[in-house]
């Protein structure tokens, strides 16, 4: 059984940092593009950040480039999203994702979702 947990999130105020997690089992992690997907409420579903199975490719929202910086750990099956400058804006559940890249028009795993609230 394929799970995906996300973990990491919190209260914070504006200008701090939060590193959020997903851990992967079940599945053969180090063939998956990872996903972080955040959403807000009364707002649609963002992509934030992609890294490529080897880690070696990523790609970034607009509002977060220079912000946050995704990563893997492919011998803990874990991708990280580390959250820097928060803004009250990045307030969302954050969702990981995993998708293999072979599966065309699949929409992968997921995860349930970590709560990052930023506030004064």
């Known amino acids: 059984q394929v799970q995906l947990v996300e973990s990491g999130g919190g209260l914070v105020q504006p200008g701090e940092s939060l590193r959020l997690s997903c851990a992967a089992s079940g599945l053969s992690f180090s063939i998956y593009d990872m996903k972080w997907y955040r959403q807000a409420p009364g707002k649609e579903r963002e992509l934030v950040a992609v890294?490529?199975?080897?880690?070696?490719?990523?790609r970034y929202a607009d509002s977060v480039k220079g912000r946050f910086t995704i990563s893997r750990d492919n011998a803990k099956n874990t991708v990280y999203l580390q959250m820097n400058s928060l803004k009250p804006e990045d307030t969302a559940v954050y969702y990981c994702n995993a998708v293999w890249r072979y599966d065309v028009g699949g929409s992968g795993y997921w995860g349930q979702g970590t709560q990052v609230t930023v506030s004064s």
């Open positions: 890294i490529s199975p080897g880690g070696g490719g990523t």
